[in-house]
Nanobody, 117 residues
């Protein structure tokens, strides 16, 4: 059974930085693509960043140049480094592990990020 546990969410001032972490267990971590999604208040969940098993990354336009996704296969962890945070980055951030073939995608429970002065 796959388990994803996020941490690192907090209240931060505009312009500040945060690092989110996600620990995965239950499957061979290194072969799966990983991602971070977010759900702002009253809005739909949206993709923030994605990293393939080979380490190729992509980002939604609104975070390009500010956020960095990375992974440590030895620790079964994926990270989201967030800089120059804006109030519009306020959301619950979810870690996801994409499935292979017919496998279901797994989700974490989410971690709250609030950007406010």
């Amino acid at each position: 059974q796959v388990q994803l546990v996020e941490s690192g969410g907090a209240l931060v001032q505009p312009g500040g930085s945060l690092r989110l972490s996600c620990t995965a267990s239950g499957r061979i971590f290194s072969i799966y693509a990983m991602g971070w999604y977010r759900q702002p208040p009253g809005k739909q969940r949206e993709l923030v960043a994605h990293i393939t098993s080979a380490g190729t990354t992509n980002y939604t336009d609104s975070v390009k140049g500010r956020f960095t996704i990375s992974r440590d296969n030895a620790k079964n962890m994926v990270y989201l480094e967030m800089n120059s945070l804006k109030p519009e980055d306020t959301a619950v951030y979810y870690c996801t592990q994409y499935g292979l073939g017919t496998q279901k995608r797994a989700w974490g429970q989410g971690t709250q990020v609030t950007v406010s002065s």
